[in-house]
């Protein structure tokens, strides 16, 4: 089989790749490497937007499958619609669960232990010396447990939680513990010290985290979004904050990138870093070695992995 690739990395960074088929490397530049036509195996610009990603997409009559190397996909699934029926979509499952975990772990610690109060206190020359709570023997929520949800729990066990609860969409058991459906989350909420959303953005989840979701957290709790910035109702958590009643660690955010004069960006008791969860050294590696695979099985015409949909 003979058939065009495009790459966002060079196919001579990578190693493994299939010898038969044709790479073109294609990072979200202005021109095309070669008549969008043409490619029968579309991997997404990464961190490059959602009209980059779905630029070429509708001149790409003869693709067969779109790869992202995150591990969202809402950004791409609008630009399948109206395309030929059996084009597989493939996110990037394994490439980003140890970086958005050791953010997640980082954003709950600093948040509790008060980092970010020490480095305005080092900037004013401040010994802000005092009691902080700590993680141990808090309940921690996990919302989305997936992938990067078992790989945030993986980073929790040290740290002598008292429990960590778990919810995806269906329910299922797991070595762990129980994993509960999202329909008994009005329930669960009112028991955690930390909640953590890592849950795909879907019309299910957008909004999730609104005016009813915060009411139920307790007193003092701290919201961690590691998840899309639109699973927060942006307007409500603002309120939330204000009132000093929950506090909130969020890489993602609704709108984003946050422009400046936004109110998160001073709202009490509200750490922010920008969309950083996935982007570290840790992700070319993992990246390399899911191309390689997933083009070896596209060449061999085995099935993929990590597929999320399928077009009809």
Same mark, same amino acid.
């Given at each position: ?22 790479? $073109? ?67 990037? $499952? ?77 329910? $299922? ?140």
């Amino acid at each position: 089989m003979t058939a065009d690739v495009w790459l966002p990395i060079p196919a001579d960074e990578i190693d493994g790749l299939p010898e038969n088929l044709t790479y $073109r490397f294609w990072d979200g530049g202005p021109d095309y490497p070669a008549d969008p036509a043409d490619c029968a195996f579309y991997v997404v610009p990464y961190m490059k937007g959602m009209d980059t990603a779905l630029r070429p997409l509708p001149a790409m009559s003869s693709v067969r499958a779109v790869q992202t190397l995150s591990a969202g996909t809402d950004h791409v699934q609008p630009g399948l619609q109206g395309l030929h029926p059996g084009i597989r979509l493939c996110n990037a $499952r394994g490439v980003h669960e140890a970086s958005t975990a050791e953010l997640t772990l980082a954003l709950v610690l600093a948040s509790l232990r008060g980092l970010p109060r020490f480095v305005e206190g080092q900037r004013q020359e401040e010994w802000r010396s005092g009691f902080y709570p700590a993680l141990a023997d808090k309940s921690v929520l996990i919302i989305g447990y997936g992938s990067i949800g078992a790989a945030i729990e993986d980073r929790l066990a040290p740290f002598e939680c008292a429990r960590v609860i778990r919810v995806a969409r269906s329910p $299922r058991e797991t070595v762990r513990g129980p994993v509960h459906p999202i329909a008994e989350l009005p329930g669960l909420l009112p028991d955690a010290d930390v909640v953590i959303l890592s849950t795909p953005l879907t019309e299910d989840t957008k909004g999730l985290a609104g005016a009813d979701f915060l009411a139920r957290m307790k007193d003092g709790a701290l919201l961690v979004n590691v998840s899309r910035g639109p699973v927060v109702d942006t307007k409500a958590l603002l309120a939330e904050l204000e009132s000093g009643r929950i506090t909130a660690a969020l890489d993602v955010t609704d709108p984003e990138p946050l422009p400046a004069g936004h109110p998160l960006w001073h709202a009490p008791g509200c750490l922010i870093s920008p969309h950083v969860g996935g982007s570290t050294s840790a992700f070319l590696p993992r990246a390399k070695r899911l191309l390689a695979a997933q083009l070896t099985r596209f060449a061999a015409s085995e099935p993929l992995e990590n597929i999320v949909l399928t077009t009809g």
